[in-house]
């Protein structure tokens, strides 16, 4: 099979992959759960390609991220669910409804900010449309969570649920009781490690992340940021490790967990404290 500008060679590639027998056993074992992370981790490489002004970059991103588009429409058409000329002309349907003063079958022009109004107004009757279908008669009233957008990163939508519960008084008071809960998260997990049982680890690790987001929001910290910088803050310390080591000739394979230790603890010395204003 060669490589191709057209989408439907794509399809035909994810097809062979997910064949049965002849297919590949990694993508044969996966499923919508498994590889819906991947398919956000492609949308933010999408995003720092797009941040960092490199366009060969952004082409291979976004082919990754057209990828997942097609390996989910066939798992989806695999299930009798939908194909991906399906989610093809769902989008096409709704990208013409959304703008009327450019496909409709009529003269005039709208101004910017009225298009903007327009495309929330139709939203918001899709939007309308699709709860409708979702909800029936004996349905249960609508939670107050319910208006909490799903397609946020975890983080995110993690501080939003705890904003909205806190409205109505459902919170703790002091950060020192959310302190608490997470050293109740974190003995849970203990707990399901002497049982060695995966999932209720994932569970339980869950429950701890959600705990730590609380902690954030009652200390008015950002998680999302607090996480890039402790992102940077590993990086950073890590690097000491490699340049020291390199200047001894030493490679990190040739280290010893220890040394390496010692390293971040020195990389962690050397920096200036935190409550230093020249930092």
Not at 3 to 19: G, V, W, Y
Not at 98 to 110: S, T
Not at 241 to 253: D, K, N, P, W
Request: net charge negative; hydrophobic share 40%; proline share 4%.
């Amino acid at each position: 099979m060669t490589p191709s500008r057209d989408i439907s060679r794509l399809i035909e590639i994810m097809a062979q992959l997910r064949t049965p027998v002849t297919g590949c056993p990694w993508d044969l074992e996966q499923n919508f759960q498994t590889i819906a992370p991947y398919t956000i981790e492609e949308a933010y490489e999408v995003a720092d390609a797009i941040a960092r002004n490199d366009f060969d970059d952004l082409k291979d991103e976004l082919g990754d991220l057209l990828l997942q588009v097609v390996y989910h429409a066939r798992m989806a058409e695999e299930q009798n669910a939908f194909a991906f000329g399906d989610v093809v002309e769902a989008i096409t349907r709704k990208m013409i409804r959304r703008h009327p003063h450019v496909f409709a079958d009529k003269d005039g022009n709208i101004a910017a900010a009225g298009v903007k109004s327009q495309w929330e107004r139709i939203k918001a009757e899709e939007k309308g449309e699709r709860a409708a279908r979702r909800t029936s008669d004996a349905s249960p009233p609508s939670s107050l969570l319910s208006n909490v957008k799903a397609g946020q990163p975890a983080l995110t939508r993690a501080m939003a649920l705890q904003r909205k519960a806190s409205t109505v008084g459902f919170d703790w008071n002091d950060p020192r009781a959310v302190l608490q809960k997470i050293r109740e998260e974190a003995d849970e997990i203990e707990a399901a490690l002497d049982q060695a049982d995966k999932v209720e680890l994932a569970a339980e690790t869950g429950d701890l992340l959600f705990a730590l987001v609380n902690l954030a929001r009652h200390v008015d910290a950002d998680p999302d940021m607090a996480l890039r910088g402790a992102n940077a803050k590993f990086e950073r310390r890590f690097a000491y490790i490699e340049r020291t080591l390199a200047s001894q000739g030493r490679s990190l394979e040739a280290a010893s967990l220890e040394e390496m230790d010692a390293l971040w603890n020195e990389a962690k010395g050397n920096e200036a404290p935190r409550h230093d204003p020249s930092r």
